[in-house]
């Protein structure tokens, strides 16, 4: 599957949901999301810029695993584009030791808690990371991504095909204050880099 999708800053998420319900976009999942990056001890998938990753989604209903791959990135028409592959695992816990016992080892961390919804052919994903400006990732065919762009109210400017390291980035310049992506980086356990989110 081809994964297009486009990221920007939102400024007032209250107001954002607010617009996409009004809009018609379906809720599909509130809760919190964490992705595992995994990668052998030489780094040899993000030297080929692929992506092994066990994301866990939690919320009151319980908890669900999905294991994905991702090629490498490319860049079309302004859009951030990567093939992807994704398989539902169930229990994240075992899939994780699985990846343990073969030689994987976690390099990158990311939780955050999300909303997701759907909206004609797109997928919008409200994200609030620990200490971060809170993101909407916008995904679908380029078409059906710039009306969910108007429907979101956000100017169209804002949005961009950057990764997840440039938003960081940002925002640390902006305010002066280090990011948290992750849960253990609030408590000053930097051990991961952000270039690897």
């Given at each position: 599957m081809r994964e297009v999708e486009l990221k920007g800053i939102v400024a007032?998420?209250?107001?954002?949901?607010?617009?996409?319900?009004?809009?018609?976009?379906?809720?599909?999942?509130t809760g919190a999301l964490s992705d595992r990056r995994y990668d052998v001890p030489s780094r040899d998938l993000v030297l080929r810029d692929h992506v092994l990753r066990l994301r866990v989604y939690r919320?009151?209903?319980?908890?669900r695993a999905v294991l994905d791959w991702k090629g490498?990135?490319?860049?079309?028409?302004?859009y951030k584009v990567r093939e992807e592959l994704s398989a539902p695992c169930g229990d994240g816990a075992t899939i994780a030791l699985m990846l343990e016992q073969l030689g994987y080892v976690v390099t990158r961390e990311i939780d955050r808690d999300i909303e997701q919804f759907e909206l004609e052919g797109?997928?919008?994903?409200?994200?609030?990371?620990?200490?971060?400006?809170v993101l909407l990732e916008v995904e679908g065919e380029p078409e059906a991504i710039e009306r969910a762009i108007v429907v979101s109210g956000i100017a169209r400017e804002a949005f961009s095909s950057e990764r997840l390291p440039d938003f960081i980035r940002r925002f640390e310049e902006r305010t002066g204050e280090r990011a948290a992506i992750c849960t253990c980086e609030l408590s000053g356990d930097y051990r991961y880099s952000a270039e690897d989110a």
């Open positions: 007032d998420p209250v107001a954002l949901r607010a617009r996409l319900l009004a809009a018609g976009a379906r809720e599909v999942f919320d009151a209903a319980g908890e490498p990135t490319a860049y079309e028409s302004g797109t997928v919008l994903r409200i994200e609030r990371y620990p200490r971060m400006d």
